[in-house]
């Protein structure tokens, strides 16, 4: 080999050589600054002083002191628990032998507390149930702070709950409407008790415990095709505004007047622990009527998502309903049963559009007597039976809202409603009644339109809210 050829390798190594050198320099420096700056962090709280090699001082600070607020933070929230788990123990709905649940605790808190009092057989998870365990597994179950998947909270923890296990929940609802909700959603738990105690945040929270029953006990202990008034909603139709006893001279002012004066049930209550949230127009009319210039915007809903159903039998309407995916209509008439029947349709030849926007004054429907009647004007279209649908759509653990402008076909529904129970699955109804009442056109002449009297009328009202349905004068 040449001695220049020579030479070019000797540079060549001494290259790789310096090169490896500085790699590995570099390396352990940053290998050094890593376990400095874990050091900072874990083990002196983030801090630097003058003296430390350390970067970023300031973030480290704010690292360390956001590390030490949240174990403080956390060491509070499990002594709480532990002395609410205490507590428990004392009254004999826990043991330390309890196999024992806690529902959606993402961070563990309550497992910790259970644990360190001396419940050692306990997990926390934020998932269902169904996902993870067989039935009848846990003794005791726990869910802090209300905040459960309505169907886990039903039929999941009813599953993996043992007979005679526990349930105890932590829930924000404190009045009876919602804590009887709550009870609705379990038919394997029989109620122990409710009382209010002092939150996380010292704010009062209701805890509220139920034992599953044994199969024996829950079938004789069950009605059956029963409709029963509890007293927590008589008090709550006590709390809802009068009903307008003596009859208005005129009436197209008092009841829209009334109608601010409106207590709704879920301004009353809490209605979080229902399954679904459905409301039905029967009569609906246009689409911007009384769905959306009364429902969406005045009714509070409490942030729930309801399932819209329009019931409107006039043609007239039918197309403003194409392609609004929020609202189910069905293109019928409420009725007593399921037939062909004959309408009469009150028309106007030139409807105002003020009219057109909220429904009125074109297309009113009411029932004609025989089809021989009428002939120049009337419809023929199909009922419904009502009261069967609505058994067959909704479910008792549903929260419902109904309102119903039907044109004097209320006095066959709502004793259809009551006969078949039916209306034990509504929680809320705007009713609309029609009378003879005072026209606004011809002072001191009544309308011929419809013969029941306002006194009948008053009747009707005051019949559904002896069975506790809360009613409200519609206009």
Same mark, same amino acid.
């Given at each position: 080999?040449?001695?220049?050829? %020579?030479?070019? $390798?000797?540079?060549?190594?001494?290259?790789?050589?310096?090169?490896?050198?500085?790699?590995?320099?570099?390396?352990?420096?940053?290998?050094?600054?890593?376990?400095?700056?874990?050091?900072?962090?874990?083990?002196?709280?983030?801090?630097?002083?003058?003296?430390?090699?350390?970067?970023?001082?300031?973030?480290?600070?704010?690292?360390?002191?956001?590390?030490?607020?949240?174990?403080?933070?956390?060491?509070?929230?499990?002594?709480?628990?532990?002395?609410?788990?205490?507590?428990?123990?004392?009254?004999?709905?826990?043991?330390?032998?309890?196999?024992?649940?806690?529902?959606?605790?993402?961070?563990?808190?309550?497992?910790?507390?259970?644990?360190?009092?001396?419940?050692?057989?306990?997990?926390?998870?934020?998932?269902?149930?169904?996902? /993870?365990?067989?039935?009848?597994?846990?003794?005791?179950?726990?869910?802090?702070?209300?905040?459960?998947?309505?169907?886990? /909270?039903?039929?999941?923890?009813?599953?993996?709950?043992?007979?005679?296990?526990?349930?105890?929940?932590?829930?924000?609802?404190?009045?009876?409407?919602?804590?009887?909700?709550?009870?609705? /959603?379990?038919?394997?738990?029989?109620?122990?008790?409710?009382?209010?105690? $002092?939150?996380?945040?010292?704010?009062?929270?209701?805890?509220?415990?139920?034992? @599953? #029953?044994?199969?024996?006990?829950?079938?004789?202990?069950? /009605?059956?095709?029963?409709?029963?008034?509890?007293?927590?909603?008589?008090?709550?139709?006590?709390?809802?505004?009068? %009903?307008?006893?003596?009859?208005?001279?005129?009436?197209?002012?008092?009841?829209?007047?009334?109608?601010?004066?409106?207590?709704?049930?879920?301004? =009353?209550?809490?209605?979080?622990? @229902?399954?679904? *949230?459905?409301?039905?127009?029967?009569?609906?009319?246009?689409?911007?009527?009384?769905i959306v210039s009364w429902f969406k915007k005045q009714y509070p809903?409490?942030? @729930?998502?309801?399932?819209? *159903?329009?019931?409107?039998?006039? @043609?007239?309407?039918?197309?403003? *309903?194409?392609?609004?995916?929020?609202?189910?209509?069905?293109?019928?008439?409420?009725?007593?049963?399921?037939?062909?029947?004959?309408?009469?349709?009150?028309?106007?030849?030139?409807?105002?559009?003020? #009219? =057109?926007?909220?429904?009125?004054?074109?297309?009113?429907?009411?029932?004609?007597?025989?089809?021989?009647?009428?002939?120049?004007?009337?419809?023929?279209?199909?009922?419904?039976?009502?009261?069967?649908?609505?058994?067959?759509?909704?479910?008792?653990?549903?929260?419902?809202?109904?309102? =119903?402008?039907?044109?004097?076909?209320?006095?066959?529904?709502?004793?259809?409603?009551?006969?078949?129970?039916?209306?034990?699955?509504?929680?809320?109804?705007?009713?609309?009644?029609?009378?003879?009442?005072?026209?606004?056109?011809?002072?001191?002449?009544?309308?011929?339109?419809?013969?029941?009297? *306002?006194?009948?009328?008053?009747?009707?009202?005051?019949?559904?809210?002896?069975?506790?349905?809360?009613?409200?004068?519609?206009?």
């Amino acid at each position: 080999m040449d001695p220049l050829t %020579l030479k070019l $390798n000797s540079n060549n190594n001494n290259n790789n050589l310096v090169r490896n050198t500085i790699v590995r320099v570099l390396s352990f420096c940053v290998l050094i600054f890593a376990v400095r700056f874990a050091y900072f962090v874990t083990v002196k709280g983030g801090s630097c002083v003058s003296n430390d090699f350390c970067f970023f001082s300031q973030n480290v600070k704010q690292l360390g002191r956001a590390t030490v607020s949240d174990t403080r933070n956390r060491r509070k929230i499990i002594t709480y628990y532990s002395s609410v788990f205490q507590d428990l123990i004392a009254e004999g709905f826990l043991s330390p032998i309890s196999k024992s649940l806690c529902i959606q605790t993402i961070t563990g808190e309550t497992v910790t507390a259970l644990k360190e009092i001396g419940v050692s057989d306990s997990i926390a998870i934020s998932k269902k149930p169904s996902l /993870l365990f067989v039935d009848n597994t846990f003794d005791f179950v726990f869910s802090p702070n209300g905040g459960l998947d309505r169907s886990v /909270l039903g039929s999941e923890i009813g599953r993996t709950l043992k007979p005679g296990g526990f349930l105890v929940v932590h829930t924000m609802a404190k009045d009876e409407y919602s804590l009887h909700s709550l009870l609705d /959603l379990f038919t394997c738990c029989g109620f122990i008790r409710s009382r209010e105690i $002092n939150g996380l945040d010292s704010s009062t929270i209701r805890e509220v415990v139920l034992r @599953k #029953e044994t199969p024996q006990s829950i079938a004789n202990g069950h /009605l059956v095709n029963k409709c029963l008034v509890p007293g927590y909603k008589r008090d709550i139709i006590r709390m809802a505004e009068e %009903l307008i006893d003596k009859e208005p001279l005129k009436p197209w002012i008092t009841l829209k007047r009334n109608m601010k004066k409106i207590k709704y049930l879920s301004s =009353m209550v809490d209605i979080s622990f @229902k399954d679904r *949230y459905i409301y039905v127009d029967v009569g609906a009319r246009s689409y911007s009527s009384s769905i959306v210039s009364w429902f969406k915007k005045q009714y509070p809903k409490q942030n @729930k998502t309801f399932r819209i *159903y329009a019931i409107e039998a006039d @043609k007239a309407f039918h197309n403003e *309903y194409r392609g609004k995916k929020a609202v189910t209509l069905l293109p019928y008439a409420a009725w007593i049963r399921n037939e062909t029947l004959f309408f009469e349709i009150t028309r106007r030849d030139n409807p105002s559009k003020k #009219e =057109m926007g909220k429904g009125r004054g074109m297309g009113r429907i009411h029932t004609v007597q025989s089809s021989a009647t009428y002939v120049d004007d009337v419809d023929k279209i199909y009922g419904f039976d009502f009261a069967g649908w609505l058994k067959s759509v909704v479910k008792e653990r549903d929260f419902v809202v109904v309102k =119903m402008d039907v044109e004097g076909t209320e006095f066959h529904l709502i004793p259809r409603l009551i006969e078949t129970g039916a209306i034990c699955l509504i929680d809320e109804i705007f009713l609309e009644c029609h009378y003879n009442r005072w026209q606004r056109c011809c002072p001191g002449q009544r309308s011929v339109k419809y013969q029941k009297t *306002y006194d009948q009328c008053l009747e009707l009202l005051r019949s559904l809210r002896e069975r506790g349905v809360l009613v409200h004068q519609w206009w």
